[in-house]
């Protein structure tokens, strides 16, 4: 499985700041994913972060309020725009494996203020 | 939508006894079902998974069981051990690498 790490691992942010997350692979992938984890829910997708082209984003979320960036196929980053305390989450990104399983980052806890 | 449920936030167990984790589901276009552990301050860790054509997976202490006309899947483990404390979350896939739906999640506490 790849080894992924995220930065920040967690941050406090006030309201209407924005927020980078950026997500490092260990290894070329070709398939790369954002989810959102609100407290007590399930894991959320965000978008499809498509190196080379547009992310894919899920019904609800928009590029304006999440854009994303993927300059490589290790690489990618989220930013959470015009932060609120709604946004306040855990971000995590992921990857696809050998078969359908993706393997996740650790994680970056947001709390908006 | 909720598409993949699992309706019980927590469960505790004796060290040694079994754990069954439950998973509903509604979406019949799913064919890929996956378990994964959380660990605090972790990203979730796959676990095991089953594919729609199998009715059982197991993996040392872990079996997984889906019941297709129930729409319905479990985890089994067994024996329990302290360490596999954690929150497990149930995923399926309708066959599309980001089509994947997760539950809420159930909160094992195995007791020593």
């Known amino acids: 499985s790849a080894v992924i790490s995220q930065k920040p691992s967690r941050d406090i942010c006030q309201r209407g700041t924005s927020l980078t997350i950026q997500c490092q692979v260990d290894?070329?992938?070709?398939?790369m994913f954002w989810y959102r984890q609100q407290p007590g829910q399930s894991l959320t997708l965000i978008a499809t972060a498509n190196q080379g082209s547009e992310a894919t984003y899920e019904s609800g979320f928009v590029i304006d309020k999440f854009p994303i960036s993927r300059p490589n196929l290790t690489f990618s980053t989220l930013t959470v725009s015009n932060m609120s305390p709604e946004d306040s989450s855990i971000y995590l990104c992921s990857v696809v494996g050998t078969g359908i399983e993706q393997y996740f980052g650790p994680g970056t806890r947001l709390t908006v203020t | 939508d909720q598409q993949v449920k699992q309706n019980s936030p927590s469960l505790s167990v004796q060290e040694g006894r079994i754990s069954i984790l439950n998973c509903d589901y509604t979406n019949s276009m799913f064919d890929y079902f996956l378990w994964y552990k959380k660990y605090p301050a972790e990203g979730p860790t796959f676990l095991i998974s089953?594919?729609?054509?199998?009715d059982k997976n197991e993996d040392g202490r872990f079996t997984v069981f889906l019941n297709k006309s129930a729409k319905h899947l479990s985890l089994h483990i067994v024996p329990s051990q302290p360490g596999d404390s954690a929150v497990y979350f149930c995923?399926?896939?309708?066959?599309?690498?980001?089509?994947?739906?997760f539950g809420a999640g159930t909160r094992l506490t195995v007791k020593p």
């Open positions: 290894s070329q992938v070709t398939m």
């Open positions: 089953i594919s729609s054509i199998k």
């Open positions: 995923a399926a896939s309708a066959g599309n690498n980001n089509d994947m739906r």
